[in-house]
């Protein structure tokens, strides 16, 4: 069965203080892995794309990473700021006589001052 | 912004009312697609359109009419709703189907008292 799983489901760190978020999936034929940021009552907004011959990718103080032999990709968050308190979803497409996408459930974000 | 607009952006209905909710966007996107997104639940995929045709119905009961009458424009029409409908409800565009990046609106808060 293609499913998304996140982890945790929810986080509270300081402000200034790094934190990884996980994301494994188990869909097949994979075909690329984004990250999307979502504030409280907005859509969600792209952070970065990851395709399967991609290890590491950055925007800003973001980090993702994906490891496609074991499924698993993370998202490193550097140096937290408050804004940094949303949703952040992974998603992931693959092909299924169409191109298909899961999202998984979320992990909510929560930086302290 | 994203360039994907949604209105109303709340709305409060009750179960006997007639409702439609809105999207628009401006980015030149052949593809468009309503989104549920309730407490606490991974963003359920309800409709694509692409190139104004109806792709995909993920099973959405009836009280939902979707209507894409050109390649800009997406209405979710709603009538007899339960309260268990009540969610955000997010209206994306993208420029191929899935595995691309899909661009989000902020959404519409419904509430079904």
């Known amino acids: 069965k293609n499913q998304v799983e996140q982890s945790p489901q929810s986080l509270i760190i300081l402000e200034g203080k790094n934190c990884t978020l996980q994301?494994?999936?188990?869909?097949?034929?994979?075909?690329?892995l984004r990250w999307y940021k979502q504030d409280t009552g907005r859509g969600p907004v792209s952070l970065t794309i990851?395709?399967?011959?991609?290890n590491t990718k950055s925007n800003g103080r973001y980090t993702a990473t994906l490891d496609a032999d074991t499924k698993q990709s993370s998202l490193h968050i550097t140096a937290s700021q408050l804004s940094d308190s949303a949703s952040y979803i992974c998603?992931?497409?693959?092909?299924?006589?169409?191109?298909?996408?899961?999202f998984g459930s979320g992990t909510r974000l929560s930086i302290r001052p | 912004e994203t360039g994907v607009t949604q209105t109303p952006r709340h709305l409060v209905m009750g179960m006997t009312n007639k409702k439609s909710l809105k999207c628009e966007q401006h980015?030149?996107?052949?593809?468009m697609y309503w989104y549920k997104q309730s407490a606490k639940k991974p963003l359920e995929l309800m409709f694509v359109?692409?190139?104004?045709?109806?792709?995909e119905n993920n099973s959405v009961p009836s009280r939902f009419s979707p209507e894409c009458p050109n390649s800009s424009h997406l209405f979710l029409h709603l009538h007899t709703l339960q309260p268990e409908d009540s969610a955000l409800y997010l209206c994306?565009?993208?420029?191929?189907?899935?595995?691309?990046?899909?661009?989000f609106g902020q959404g519409t808060r419904l509430t079904v008292v």
């Open positions: 994306a565009s993208s420029q191929g189907q899935a595995d691309t990046e899909a661009f």
């Open positions: 994301c494994n999936y188990t869909v097949s034929p994979f075909s690329n």
């Open positions: 990851m395709t399967f011959s991609e």
């Open positions: 980015l030149g996107h052949n593809a």
């Open positions: 998603v992931v497409s693959y092909y299924s006589s169409a191109s298909k996408i899961i």
């Open positions: 359109y692409s190139l104004e045709e109806r792709v």
